[in-house]
């Protein structure tokens, strides 16, 4: 496999966070505190880079082939968003892109990673199906413990780690079968979720983890019964607005204190503000045509080789 390398963060990505703490990308215990008291842990990224990104099939409502995509736009926006990690001193490595593949620049369905143990994605969709064996090499190649998928299941894309529990989506993509999978391989509690509107077809297209204690989420996503197990789980959550959720305001990658996501959700984010956080608008309106925007490029690393 070649390696890939990435660019330093810029000047520009720094310029834009000049109050931030230059965080060494090695440290991975930094921790920053905001005034409001929420703490930023330094995280382990991985990203693919949008080489042969394009919208050529439809599996969602968001994806129009018949839509014209500009190939160095989604370039510069996902690099705004890798840059945007690594001014923040958070680590990220890369997978090389399959050709034919134009979806794997959504990295966060690629596996499910926690405590250094990885469940590969095995997709719904035979247009993305190269696209699990391809991950899960890439975890092989470096020494994680992994285990191959027997269930259909999309990686991060239904399955949020959120400290004691691991949330888990169904309804689209993922199988409901794969939760007891996973709740097996991780050793976690999984509170198992219902999404009912397509629009909103992965778990972490109407959800986000903000800290292990915290969640923001769009209750209109989820049947009747998952919206209850939501709200006694927290009960302190941000609620957004359907305008947050079409967005993609919920496609949000937080280190407990900073949040990327689309700079569009704008009440979503006045909402992150009052509670302490920093949210961070990067934008990735060519990626929004395929359905997808910072959370669906992103894959958490936890644990495991480094
Ligand atoms: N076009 C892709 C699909 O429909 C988008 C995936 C978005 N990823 C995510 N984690 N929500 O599969």
């Not at 993509?173 to 909103?200: C, I, K, W």
């Not at 996503?221 to 993609?248: C, W």
């Amino acid at each position: 496999m070649t390696q890939l390398t990435v660019a330093p963060a810029q000047t520009s990505a720094q310029t834009s966070a000049p109050e931030r703490p230059a965080v060494p990308a090695q440290a991975p215990a930094a921790r920053a505190a905001t005034p409001g008291g929420r703490t930023a842990r330094t995280r382990r990224y991985l990203m693919c880079p949008p080489t042969h990104f394009d919208v050529v099939y439809s599996i969602n409502p968001w994806m129009d082939p018949g839509k014209p995509v500009d190939g160095a736009l989604a370039r510069l926006q996902w690099e705004g968003l890798l840059r945007a990690f690594q001014a923040l001193g958070h680590r990220v490595e890369l997978i090389e892109p399959l050709p034919g593949y134009p979806d794997m620049v959504f990295a966060a369905n690629g596996a499910t990673v926690i405590g250094g143990k990885v469940l590969s994605a095995r997709f719904r969709h035979a247009e993305r199906a190269a696209e699990g064996p391809a991950y899960l090499e890439w975890f092989r190649a470096r020494g994680y413990e992994t285990r191959e998928a027997v269930h259909v299941n999309e990686g991060e894309g239904d399955y949020l780690a959120a400290g004691r529990y691991l949330l888990a989506g169904t309804g689209f993509r993922t199988d409901v079968r794969s939760h007891r999978e996973a709740e097996r391989f991780f050793g976690l509690p999984v509170a198992g979720l219902r999404l009912v509107d397509p629009r909103f077809y992965h778990l972490d297209t109407a959800l986000a983890v903000l800290d292990d204690e915290l969640i923001m989420y769009y209750p209109g996503a989820f049947s009747r019964e998952s919206q209850g197990v939501l709200r006694v789980l927290y009960p302190d959550a941000i609620i957004a607005t359907e305008a947050d959720a079409e967005a993609f305001g919920l496609n949000a990658v937080s280190d407990g204190r900073h949040v990327l996501m689309p700079p569009a959700a704008t009440h979503l984010m006045d909402e992150l503000r009052e509670r302490g956080f920093e949210p961070i608008g990067v934008e990735l309106s060519e990626l929004l045509k395929s359905g997808g925007s910072a959370k669906c490029c992103t894959l958490e690393l936890r644990g495991g080789p480094r």
